[in-house]
């Protein structure tokens, strides 16, 4: 079975740019959560999707965005990209909620 | 709410020695717990996770730990060091929902 899949894996954007980013889960998954990793601040929770419906979310300002589509693929969407945005951005995908997470390669953004 | 506290954000040991990282954790609920391991510029592998049952956990590539309530404590361990486990492990804990709320992080380093 495929796991998590991120695209892309690189990105380059410069300061008040968007972005976004995409998450595949793995096949049957209907949970999808997002974490951004900085050096700094370690692994930190963004947001969580349940059947298209956002069920927890991080102490992240409203620049960050997401959402979940009926087949479980999910988006993140970033506006107004700060320099302190650049991160390593992860996917995860569990079967159900509370179920072990999966995790994908993630996607490195670095603003400029 | 929940937190983890992971001593220590490097461990040497030789090849062949003893590998513990430290965890411990706080939970306003019944935890789940788990560790990731995480290799250069990749995503987070599942090492092992402690949901309900045995205290005493075996994982991947011959990692255990146990889960001690009193202690608040789940050590990971390994009873001989490989150099390919050279990575950065993380611990973390999830409360009523999916979300993970991760260490710092320890990074192994392994000497021959």
């Known amino acids: 079975k495929a796991g998590v899949t991120q695209t892309p894996r690189y990105l380059i954007k410069t300061r008040g740019q968007q972005v976004t980013l995409s998450c595949s889960p793995i096949s049957g998954h209907r949970s999808v959560s997002w974490y951004q990793q900085t050096p700094g601040q370690g692994l930190q929770f963004l947001f969580e999707?349940?059947?298209?419906?956002?069920?927890n979310k991080g102490n992240f300002p409203g620049r960050f965005s997401g959402r979940q589509f009926s087949n479980s693929r999910s988006e993140m969407n970033v506006s107004t990209l700060e320099l302190g945005d650049s991160a390593l951005y992860l996917c995860?995908?569990?079967?159900?909620?509370?179920?072990?997470?999966?995790f994908g390669p993630g996607t490195r953004l670095l603003v400029l | 709410a929940q937190s983890v506290t992971q001593l220590g954000s490097h461990v040497s040991v030789s090849e062949g020695a003893l590998v513990l990282l430290r965890c411990n954790y706080s939970s306003s609920v019944p935890p789940y717990l788990f560790w990731y391991v995480q290799y250069p510029n990749q995503g987070l592998q599942l090492l092992l996770k402690?949901?309900?049952?045995?205290?005493l956990v075996k994982g991947i590539n011959g990692f255990e730990a146990e889960f001690k309530k009193s202690e608040t404590s789940f050590h990971l361990t390994k009873p001989s060091a490989h150099m390919s486990d050279a990575a950065e492990y993380f611990c973390?804990?999830?409360?009523?929902?999916?979300?993970?709320?991760f260490g710092k992080g320890t990074m192994l380093l392994v000497s021959p």
């Open positions: 402690y949901t309900t049952g045995a205290t």
């Open positions: 999707y349940f059947s298209e419906t956002q069920r």
């Open positions: 995860a995908s569990s079967l159900e909620i509370r179920e072990t997470q999966y």
């Open positions: 973390a804990v999830s409360g009523g929902y999916s979300t993970l709320t």
